[in-house]
């Protein structure tokens, strides 16, 4: 499994991605699973990945072909993220389709595609299996691939167009953390990419393994500050009062 | 859709359901999901169910009916709460089967069971629709069904054997409206039922309207608190370091 988190901000985005593969419950491997696209200076392009490791391998193996071989159509050439939203759609479906043809199996994966090309908004699309694909609204300001349950209601909680990029990194690692805690599917090494609004060379990149102070800060803090605040809740004995509508049989 | 959470203390059984139900998007309606069953004075049963609606009526309705007509094998003459599971097991199986042969329509069912019979500990049992069961264990002393993995972190914070049952009633309800903020379908009245060990007459039956002012106070409480600790965690860019390590193609 995989969880990666995809934010668009008024000041950028913020990309946040697990590390752990699996094939079957005893196959565990660490890949990760944020990729930074070599680009021209005018354009900021990262895809995250979740789903079947060799499709998602071949889609960036395909994306770097088509640079390196000067294809016209390749993603230092359009020019709007929505193009290349929809021609990684177009890989990705391809891909698919060849194993299905061939032996009946659907390895399919999902994308986030975060960056942004000079001139317009930097954004976040999700790239269906099926190649199709949304971007976020200005209510849902964030887009999720993989085990994205656990970690909702954190990011419901506090996110907004106007939260701060480095707010939005931690609610992420919040987010990250809690389906950790859930899904032993998910696991670090745990990466943030922090793009900031026009600054397309240099995007700030962490990567938290599992024992990095940083990471264990957050867990516990966030843990103590729970601790307290489930302690500080009004008692149900003292505020609410049992009825007798309990549907009896 | 549906949400319910069984727990298992050491003071007793806390239970905790919504009440929407939904055939396809545009058919939502009410129906408690809690049923406490008339029994014996020996013993305390109550049935949370979610999936097909058809199917848990059908439930409840065999063993009100095995009750009323004497049956020899009813839950009231069952010694083990191991063995009412199995019973709700077998009307289950029976009930889906029944369908799936005639339509080819699985309408899939689960339950909890919690309860205690005299002489016996109190627990919960979770029913699969295949008809087998399970109970919780020292470290994981609750059981979900239905919508529940936005809920879950919260219950692995902070439920252990030897939380108070009050304490376990308010963790429930913040799982519960975490819940009901991720997905529109899961909705109130929430019912929860308390039961202390051995008072087999007199669990204390709450049930709360959408707008009722201690789930709301529970609601605003808990987004106070977490904005706070939120507010409060270590920042990353005081703590953290961008390192070069992204993966670039």
């Not at 994306?63 to 390749?74: A, M, S, Y």
């Not at 931690?170 to 922090?194: F, Q, R």
């Not at 397309?200 to 601790?227: C, G, Q, V």
Request: aromatic fraction near 8%; glycine fraction near 6%.
């Amino acid at each position: 499994m995989t969880y990666c988190i995809g934010v668009s901000l008024d000041a950028g985005l913020v990309l946040t991605s697990d590390s752990r593969t699996n094939a079957g419950i005893d196959n565990v491997s660490t890949y990760s699973k944020m990729h930074r696209c070599i680009t021209n200076q005018d354009r900021c392009l990262v895809i995250m990945s979740a789903g079947n490791l060799a499709t998602t391998q071949g889609v960036i193996q395909q994306v770097r072909r088509d640079i390196q071989e000067g294809k016209p159509h390749n993603i230092n050439t359009m020019g709007y993220l929505a193009d290349v939203a929809d021609y990684l759609g177009e890989i990705l479906v391809n891909l698919i389709r060849k194993h299905t043809e061939t032996t009946g199996f659907v390895p399919d994966a999902t994308l986030i595609l975060g960056g942004q090309i000079r001139g317009r908004d930097p954004n976040i699309y999700m790239v269906y299996p099926q190649g199709n694909y949304i971007t976020t609204s200005e209510e849902t300001p964030y887009l999720q691939i993989g085990e994205s349950k656990y970690g909702k209601p954190v990011l419901d909680r506090f996110l907004t167009r106007s939260t701060s990029l480095e707010d939005a990194a931690i609610c992420s690692l919040i987010s990250m953390d809690s389906t950790m805690k859930s899904n032993a599917s998910v696991g670090p090494p745990i990466e943030v990419l922090i793009y900031q609004r026009d600054h397309f060379d240099s995007p700030r990149h962490y990567k938290f393994e599992a024992e990095d102070p940083y990471l264990i800060s957050i867990r516990h803090e966030w843990a103590n500050h729970l601790n307290n605040a489930f302690r500080a809740m009004p008692r149900l004995e003292s505020h609410a009062h049992p009825n007798g509508s309990l549907h009896i049989f």
